[in-house]
């Protein structure tokens, strides 16, 4: 049974830093692409940020790029997402998810997905 628990939200201040994690079981980093998404109250879900490792893929979109840093530890078979310099607009239910191989842009085109975990920046 494949699980992905994501970990590490909760309330910051606007500048501030938080780490996200994304702990799978029952695949393999080496197999399988992970992206974030987060959504907004009233908003689609968006992809953030991809790692695959297996093709060599790091993304992110350009409101967080320079930002957010997307990286993995495959002996803990765990991914990370270090946010920096929050913003209140990045207040939001992040989401890791999993698909084989290819880092994909939309929602549905992911397998797995874990439950989310909140994330919410003050002014």
């Known amino acids: 049974e494949v699980q992905l628990v994501e970990s590490g939200g909760g309330l910051a201040q606007a500048g501030g830093s938080l780490r996200l994690s994304c702990a799978a079981s029952?695949?393999?980093?080496?197999?399988?692409?992970i992206g974030w998404f987060r959504q907004a109250p009233g908003k689609e879900r968006e992809r953030l940020s991809c790692?695959?490792?297996?093709?060599?893929?790091?993304l992110y979109i350009d409101s967080v790029k320079g930002r957010f840093t997307i990286s993995g530890d495959n002996a803990k078979n765990t991914v990370y997402l270090q946010m920096d310099e929050l913003e209140p607009a990045d207040t939001a239910v992040y989401f890791c998810?999993?698909?084989?191989?290819?880092?994909?842009?939309?929602?549905?085109?992911?397998?797995?997905w874990g439950q989310g975990t909140q994330v919410t920046v003050s002014s």
């Open positions: 790692i695959s490792k297996s093709v060599g893929d790091t």
């Open positions: 029952g695949l393999s980093l080496d197999d399988y692409a």
């Open positions: 998810a999993a698909e084989y191989r290819y880092c994909k842009v939309w929602p549905w085109e992911y397998e797995y």
